[in-house]
């Protein structure tokens, strides 16, 4: 089921290849992204960006936790995740209208239950939600259709804490610390 969920999403990324031929370049100003890391440790997150004013854009991230490969073994777990960004872009090239360096503040929530072991072979299931504002920085390369987007940043987060300190969407210092980081690439299509 994860492997034909993660086909479908891939299919329909790059689907929106045709309509964005159609478009000149300053005629796109929407980007529809993947976090390619995000699917590697049990999740799935979509990013939807705009323009909304000239250098400026704002992001929205929605994830699925549980619905991805978990190389990294987080013990099950399944939840949601949602992610709000607004972006101050700062352009290398004028043809692109999200092509630049950036640096965007960022609210960041996950809320999920895991698989948690207690002793020999005894296992309870926890509930964690944790909620993060970080400032991010990165820089986004647009050509043509295709979208790569690199990103570092960091922050403070409130909330409870698993054992392992990673939260699908950012990884916390340890669980008494407020320190929250986060880093990544996506990829998508610009329309």
Not at 138 to 164: H, P, R, S, T
Request: hydrophobic share 45%; proline share 3%.
């Amino acid at each position: 089921m994860k492997t034909i969920s993660t086909l479908c999403l891939c299919f329909s990324l790059f689907f929106l290849h045709p309509v964005t031929l159609a478009q000149t370049d300053y005629e796109k100003k929407n980007n529809i992204k993947i976090t390619l890391l995000s699917l590697m440790s049990g999740s799935t997150k979509i990013t939807y960006e705009r323009k909304v004013l000239p250098k400026q854009s704002i992001e929205i991230t929605g994830g699925i936790i549980g619905l991805g490969f978990d190389f990294l073994n987080h013990n099950q777990s399944k939840g949601v995740l949602g992610r709000f960004a607004y972006k101050f872009i700062f352009p290398v090239k004028n043809h692109y209208p999200l092509d630049g360096w950036y640096v965007k503040p960022e609210l960041a929530f996950s809320a999920y239950t895991y698989n948690h072991i207690t002793g020999e072979m005894d296992v309870e299931r926890l509930a964690v939600s944790r909620l993060a504002m970080m400032g991010v920085g990165g820089y986004q390369m647009v050509k043509m259709w295709f979208v790569f987007d690199i990103f570092a940043g960091f922050g403070l987060g409130i909330g409870n804490a698993n054992l392992c300190n990673y939260h699908h969407g950012f990884i916390g210092l340890n669980s008494e610390s407020l320190l929250t980081l986060t880093a990544g690439f996506k990829i998508g299509v610009a329309f």
